[in-house]
């Protein structure tokens, strides 16, 4: 399917991948139920909180539905909540149904079928925690999940089952959960996760990180959230200020088409927390008819960087339930892959991953640059199918070495033969 990339306002297009790209959100003033807002209350993140769209009759006064999307928004109500703050709204298009913006955020009717093979905890997150809200997959880092609220509802969340369900903000359970970490002195990495632990204040949010600063033992802490996409107001420069206090700290971020990054708001937030010296990283889902073109996942890399944002993972789409109609296939992962090696600067490439199935682990996938493996021969070939032939052995592996003589004498040494012929 080909991503459209139409602009909303179609006298601010640009032409880019043979389409016209969106380069401006819609006008405030745009939208009647916040025609009034002023200047204030728009940069106000707990306004924005506030204000969500959170029914199908708001999302039906927001933008046209067609058919399709009004009955899914009904039929999805006890399934999945929804949710989308006032800033993501400016950046759907209402004319188009299959707006790579729209299609995160809008129910379908596809959520509601759900393959045979897909999970309600796919990640099996839930058998790897030793006490509710951690989960301890790797030898060396724990995930914890600090509430499960989130400012706005992707429609592909791979944590569906909890997220939204108002259970996550126990503070037992939290004071559990540093205690596991606390006991166990081989846990130096942290990550903060939900729900958005950026949805909570900045006075609770602190309260976690002071203690886990506490501990010795723990190196490295790193927030996982999505709100520099989908609310850069939160991104003030009193919580950036209490960050710095915590540091060695990341932040990883969930950027998934270009036009996220379009809004000035959200650049100035990126840029603020980099200012900092708060190292960002992104993880990208890859999403069929969003982002699953080679043209759009580079743009996106490329307006990662320049807002100093190293991209990070590229997940091929997780196996919950209801997601089928996100789900890209492995080889197409592969071709945008290959799309990228070579093609642009490597620290703009992130990691092709698999998050296996049953709490695997992220699994690295890349393209097959390997030709043959033979006797010591390999043969490779780059990024224009240009073939060559690396020495793989040691230096004991050599038969003999020719003195080496002047250009010209016709005599080659034993190693160049061995590498040509």
Request: one cysteine or more; glycine letters at 6%; charged letters at 25%.
């Amino acid at each position: 399917m080909i991503v459209k990339l139409r602009a909303i306002d179609k006298t601010s297009g640009a032409k880019f991948g043979g389409a016209t790209v969106r380069t401006r959100p819609r006008e405030v003033q745009q939208f009647p139920r916040w025609r009034n807002v002023t200047a204030a209350q728009w940069r106000d993140w707990r306004w924005q909180l506030k204000n969500r769209i959170s029914t199908p009759e708001e999302l039906g006064e927001l933008i046209p539905l067609t058919p399709e999307e009004r009955s899914a928004a009904e039929r999805s109500r006890t399934m999945f909540r929804l949710g989308i703050t006032p800033h993501y709204a400016t950046l759907i298009d209402p004319d188009d149904p299959d707006c790579p913006i729209r299609r995160q955020v809008v129910p379908r009717e596809d959520e509601l079928v759900i393959a045979p093979f897909e999970r309600e905890d796919p990640l099996n997150e839930d058998g790897q925690s030793p006490v509710p809200g951690l989960t301890h997959r790797y030898p060396d880092r724990v995930l914890l999940l600090l509430t499960h609220e989130c400012a706005l509802y992707c429609r592909y969340c791979t944590r569906r089952r909890i997220v939204g369900d108002h259970q996550g903000n126990d503070p037992a359970q939290l004071a559990a959960a540093i205690e596991y970490i606390r006991g166990h002195p081989e846990i130096r990495d942290v990550l903060i996760s939900g729900g958005d632990p950026l949805s909570v204040s900045d006075r609770r949010l602190e309260d976690v990180l002071r203690r886990l600063r506490a501990i010795d033992h723990v190196e490295i802490i790193r927030i996982g959230t999505r709100l520099p996409v989908v609310m850069p107001q939160r991104i003030t420069r009193q919580l950036v200020a209490m960050l710095r206090r915590y540091h060695p700290l990341w932040l990883n971020t969930h950027f998934n088409h270009p036009f996220e990054l379009a809004p000035v708001e959200t650049r100035q937030a990126m840029e603020r927390l980099a200012d900092a010296g708060i190292p960002t990283g992104n993880q990208s889902v890859l999403l069929r008819g969003i982002n699953d073109q080679p043209a759009v996942i580079k743009k996106l890399m490329h307006e990662l960087v320049k807002v100093r944002c190293r991209p990070y993972y590229l997940y091929n789409c997780d196996l919950s339930q209801g997601l089928s109609h996100f789900r890209t296939s492995i080889d197409r992962g592969l071709e945008i892959m290959e799309s990228l090696w070579g093609h642009t600067s490597g620290y703009a490439i992130p990691t092709f991953v698999v998050d296996a199935p049953g709490g695997g682990g992220k699994i690295p996938l890349l393209p097959q640059y390997i030709v043959s493996h033979h006797q010591g021969r390999l043969t490779l070939r780059n990024y224009r199918d240009h073939i060559s032939t690396y020495w793989d052995g040691g230096a004991n592996d050599l038969v003999t070495i020719q003195t080496p003589q002047p250009i010209g004498s016709g005599v080659r040494s034993s190693l160049e033969m061995v590498a040509k012929d």
